[in-house]
């Protein structure tokens, strides 16, 4: 978003990548989100510290109920920055993507067409609308909190905070390195086999 004049103008991700160049681009969405995880690491850390449990029963209950305020802050602000970090890693995922749109050889959009159930070799535990609700295969749960939004061909996490499109998930599952192009171009490649 730029201020200009009187009003705020709000730019695509393509628009700000003609602007200041995807490689600019890529370059700052990796530090915003080295930074972003640095931050989370550090309010996940202050997190486990406040006391829980039979510990508070010791406390007062004007020291119970700061150490209950500070949990729930500290909870929603973790939250805050784990979907904002999930936002920078969507866009990266983008830009990369990018990159290899330049590549005669993959048609990205085609890439993304794939459906991502296609990725998921179990049944949802429950559909409703143009949402289908998995088991997470990133990490270990019984809940079905891994949504894949069919309309948009996306998923989310509210687990893990895992998010993202088909190649994002692909990269997970299979341990490559999000920030290597070869990495994205192998997973694309790949996934076009699944079509």
């Known amino acids: 978003?730029?201020?200009?004049?009187?009003?705020?103008?709000?730019?695509?991700?393509?628009?700000?990548?003609?602007?200041?160049?995807?490689?600019?681009?890529?370059?700052?969405?990796?530090?915003?989100?080295?930074?972003?995880?640095?931050?989370?690491?550090?309010?996940?850390?202050?997190?486990?510290?406040?006391?829980?449990?039979?510990?508070?029963?010791?406390?007062?209950?004007?020291?119970?109920?700061?150490?209950?305020e500070a949990l729930n802050t500290g909870s929603r602000q973790l939250k805050r920055y784990e979907n904002e970090l999930w936002r920078y890693g969507n866009n990266l995922n983008i830009l990369l993507g990018r990159k290899i749109d330049n590549d005669?050889?993959?048609?990205?959009?085609?890439?993304?067409?794939?459906?991502?159930?296609?990725?998921?070799d179990i049944e949802p535990m429950r559909i409703s609308g143009k949402r289908a609700y998995y088991v997470c295969p990133l990490h270990e749960e019984t809940d079905a909190s891994f949504i894949v939004y069919r309309k948009t061909n996306s998923f989310y996490c509210h687990g893990c905070h895992a998010g993202g499109d088909i190649i994002s998930l692909y990269i997970e599952l299979n341990g490559f390195d999000k920030e290597d192009p070869r990495s994205f171009r192998k997973a694309c490649k790949e996934i076009l086999k699944l079509n």
């Not at 005669?104 to 998921?120: G, Q, T, Y």
């Open 1 to 68: 978003m730029i201020n200009n004049g009187m009003k705020q103008v709000r730019y695509s991700l393509e628009e700000y990548g003609k602007i200041f160049g995807v490689v600019y681009l890529i370059g700052m969405f990796k530090d915003k989100e080295h930074e972003l995880k640095c931050t989370i690491a550090e309010y996940k850390q202050e997190i486990a510290e406040i006391p829980t449990g039979d510990i508070l029963a010791c406390l007062s209950p004007l020291e119970r109920w700061l150490y209950a």
């Open 104 to 120: 005669d050889s993959i048609d990205i959009d085609l890439v993304k067409s794939v459906p991502i159930e296609s990725l998921l």
